[in-house]
């Protein structure tokens, strides 16, 4: 759908921002890597959001402890998400295994 490729490109922006602010200059750094943090945020994007202001609490900014606390949020929201696909994938592949008992079941070899 659409709006999925929305996300998806929104995600990558992210990704591509934040490996941009990596190699910035360190003058640049600490602007590039906000804008990879706002992005990432806006794109639901928690580990990414959560690896740029580690980054910039890292980075020796005044505002440290904002911006670990952010990264803490992010990076909790993440593991849950994180969790959340897991669960998916293992009732997936239950649903598979389930599938492929039923075909061996009713096709007999």
Same mark, same amino acid.
């Given at each position: 759908?659409?709006?999925h ?12 921002s934040?490996?941009?602010?990596v190699?910035?200059?360190?003058q640049?750094?600490?602007? =590039? *890597? /906000? ?5 990432? !945020?806006? @794109? &639901?994007?928690?580990e990414?959001?959560?690896?740029a202001?580690? $980054? ?7 505002? =440290? *402890? /904002?911006?670990l606390q952010?990264a803490? !949020?992010? @990076? &909790?929201k993440?593991?849950?998400e994180?969790?959340?696909?897991? $669960?998916?994938?293992?009732?997936l592949?239950?649903r598979?295994?389930l599938?492929?008992?039923l075909?061996r079941d009713?096709?007999?070899?």
């Amino acid at each position: 759908s659409a709006k999925h490729a929305l996300g998806e490109a929104k995600r990558g922006a992210a990704r591509a921002s934040l490996a941009l602010a990596v190699m910035a200059p360190p003058q640049d750094a600490p602007a =590039a *890597l /906000m804008t990879a943090a706002e992005l990432a !945020a806006d @794109a &639901d994007d928690s580990e990414t959001a959560a690896d740029a202001h580690y $980054r910039l609490a890292s980075g020796g900014s005044g505002d =440290a *402890l /904002m911006h670990l606390q952010q990264a803490t !949020a992010f @990076a &909790d929201k993440a593991a849950q998400e994180s969790q959340s696909r897991a $669960r998916a994938v293992d009732a997936l592949s239950t649903r598979c295994d389930l599938a492929t008992v039923l075909l061996r079941d009713t096709n007999p070899e």
